[in-house]
């Protein structure tokens, strides 16, 4: 089965600077890919998502890059601001699938004033 | 509309008692999921539902039962719980993949903080 591993497990930037979260999975078969956010005593939320025939896409200071052949994908957060301390998932899914998604271990992310 | 909603909000357990974890959504979701979320582990599914009547079993279903009597309601059963299952408990739903305009964005609950002792 499909396995996603994320790296890394916390970052801290100072507000302002860029962050980059990585994630590889390993079904080749997976085309759907998207990126939750997580605030601190909350369920997750949908930030961001890309599908296999899209090899980037952008929704203001947030962006995320695939690779297919590789087999990874990241997301890009510039511009940082304080309320984007949270946890973060990348998460992998096949259509096949339906929304059986499978998730990587999460990124806390910090950033710093 | 409420979203994916889930009673209790926290819980404590005996080993070996039993509870069930309440989840229901308002937007005629077909799919409907549960994860358990630990420490370094991110979200593991555990039991998932792509419609009324139909179940099957995630990455860690063991100790856990489901059924799906509704479309709105999904509920997770523990028969005998186990310090093992010390964990928050996430339920989600979303349009099943093809049948929708958003394809596999799964709304989360605000999740049930469950300790067994």
């Known amino acids: 089965g499909e396995n996603v591993e994320q790296h890394p497990s916390t970052l801290s930037v100072q507000e302002g600077d860029s962050a980059v979260i990585k994630c590889t999975y390993s079904d080749s078969a997976s085309n759907y890919f998207p990126w939750y956010k997580q605030e601190l005593g909350k369920g997750p939320q949908l930030i961001i998502d890309i599908r296999s025939n899209v090899g980037e896409k952008k929704d203001q200071r947030i962006a995320v890059t695939l690779n297919k052949t590789a087999k990874h994908f990241s997301l890009h957060i510039t511009e940082t601001q304080p309320e984007d301390s949270a946890v973060y998932f990348c998460?992998?899914?096949?259509?096949?699938?339906?929304?059986?998604?499978?998730f990587g271990q999460g990124t806390e992310l910090s950033v710093k004033p | 509309n409420a979203g994916v909603t889930q009673t209790p909000k926290f819980q404590v357990l005996k080993t070996g008692q039993s509870m069930t974890l309440q989840c229901a959504q308002d937007m005629n979701h077909e799919y409907m999921s549960w994860y358990r979320q630990d420490p370094g582990m991110g979200l593991r599914l555990i039991h998932y539902s792509v419609g009324a009547g139909i179940t099957d079993q995630g990455e860690v279903p063991n100790g856990y039962n489901v059924s799906r009597s509704t479309t709105e309601d999904f509920p997770l059963r523990l028969l005998s719980a186990a310090p093992s299952q010390t964990s928050v408990y996430f339920c989600a739903s979303s349009f099943y993949a093809g049948s929708g305009t958003s394809y596999n964005e799964q709304f989360f609950g605000p999740g049930t903080r469950l300790t067994v002792l």
């Open positions: 998460a992998a899914s096949s259509y096949n699938q339906g929304g059986k998604l499978i």
